[in-house]
Every structure is written in structure tokens, then in C-alpha cells.
């Protein structure tokens, strides 16, 4: 599985636009970049998941450059309720029981 | 849909008693995971299932653990016996395939005394 790296944590404000990028250099051509969110005390939700260019949907758009060695989580207009922590992770698709790797995440404090 | 459903919310045990979490999948979801998180090292796969048969189990600890998938609908972790040092947040989760995500459970906190 590609390793990932993403910064610790960030900080915003309510009303921003928060973009967390993941590095991924060593991805496979066979791998999908997917995001996930987790609020304290909940197990992480799926937030969107993309293969390349970019990807939107209602939560957040995923930017993927030509070369896939990197991607970038945007999430518009941020408010108090979007703190969390993120994380991206790499893998491919098709094979049985893909595992999912998780990393540490990115912890975003979005503040008033 | 319910989601996943994880049992019991909260587990507070004293040291080397047998601990049984549970979990129930999501309905026609064909793979089936346990993770540990705790604060010092984060997010941990212990074991997943494949239609029912475990894959991989790299991740299981030691073996006081052990998990069983006996059949679709169902899943159980068993620690036994328990030490305080497996004190943590123990998820489960399904998936019908890689790209269609993963759906956690709310997970099963588990105090080891």
C-alpha cells in the first residue's frame, strides 16, 4: 500500500476554505485516493474518494494533479461543525478485501 | 439502514476477564474489519474478513486475541484474557467493495481495570 503524509493538524475560521493536501509519491496506477472524516468519539466516514483531476460532491472536492502523487481535500466555507480529523489514504480496487492503512490524520480546529 | 451496529458502547472489565465485543454488517457488504484506535498509536487493523473467511490477521496483537466471522450478519473480537493495556476504542467496519468506502461502526470503548 502507497504510505501517505499529510500535515498534523490545521487551523481555520468559519466561513473558510480549508485545503489539506496528502502526498503520496509512491502511488500504483491501480490506486484510488479516498478521504476520510472522523468527528471525536465516532468511528471515520467516508467523504469522497477519486482516481483523478477532480472529484465534488455535497462535503468537499478532491483535486488530483496529472502525475497522482499528491491530492488535495478542499472543503468550502468551513464551520465550527467541520472540526475534525481527516485522513487520506491510498489503495487499489478490485482485489477481495482490500485493508485500509490508516495514517494520523490531519486535525482541523475550524474556530468562530 | 441501520449501519454498522457494534455491541456493546462501552465495556469496563477488570484485568484478566474475557471480554466479547460484537458486531453486525451492513446487509450484502462482503468484507468485514476490526480496528483499535487509541491516542498513542492511532488508527490499528487487527484483522479483516472476506465473505466470511479472515484474511488477514497480521495485525491481531497477540494471541489473546482472536475474531470470528461465523457467518455474514455477524462478527465477534474476544480478548481473554483482557490486560489494561488494551484499553481502547475498537471499531468495526463493511464494506460491499473498495470503491463504494467503508462504513464504520460507532465503535466499542473498552476499559481494561
Known amino acids: 500500500l502507497a504510505k501517505t503524509t499529510q500535515p498534523i493538524s490545521m487551523d481555520s475560521y468559519e466561513g473558510q476554505e480549508v485545503n489539506i493536501t496528502c502526498s503520496h509519491n509512491n502511488i500504483a496506477t491501480n490506486d484510488y485516493i479516498t478521504w476520510y472524516q472522523q468527528f471525536p468519539s465516532q468511528g471515520p466516514r467516508f467523504i469522497i474518494q477519486?482516481?483523478?483531476t477532480k472529484v465534488t460532491n455535497e462535503v468537499a472536492s478532491l483535486f488530483i494533479p496529472a502525475d497522482r502523487k499528491s491530492s488535495t481535500l478542499s472543503l468550502p466555507r468551513v464551520s465550527l461543525s467541520d472540526t475534525a480529523v481527516y485522513y487520506c489514504?491510498?489503495?487499489?480496487?478490485?482485489?477481495?478485501?482490500?485493508?485500509?492503512?490508516f495514517g494520523g490524520g490531519t486535525r482541523v480546529l475550524v474556530k468562530p | 439502514d441501520a449501519g454498522v451496529i457494534q455491541s456493546p458502547r462501552h465495556e469496563v472489565t477488570e484485568m484478566g476477564q474475557e471480554v466479547t465485543l460484537r458486531c453486525k454488517p451492513i446487509s450484502g457488504h462482503n468484507s468485514l474489519f476490526w480496528y483499535r484506535q487509541t491516542m498513542m498509536r492511532g488508527l490499528e487493523l487487527l484483522i479483516y474478513f472476506n465473505n466470511n473467511v479472515p484474511i488477514d490477521d497480521s495485525g491481531m496483537p497477540e494471541d489473546r486475541f482472536s475474531a470470528k466471522m461465523p457467518n455474514a450478519s455477524f462478527s465477534t473480537l474476544k480478548i481473554q484474557p483482557s490486560e489494561p493495556r488494551d484499553s481502547a476504542v475498537y471499531f468495526c467496519?463493511?464494506?460491499?467493495?473498495?470503491?463504494?468506502?467503508?462504513?464504520f461502526g460507532s465503535g466499542t470503548r473498552l476499559t481494561v481495570v
Open positions: 489514504l491510498v489503495g487499489d480496487d478490485g482485489a477481495a478485501g482490500n485493508k485500509l492503512t
Open positions: 467496519a463493511s464494506s460491499g467493495g473498495w470503491n463504494y468506502g467503508y462504513t
Open positions: 477519486g482516481y483523478k
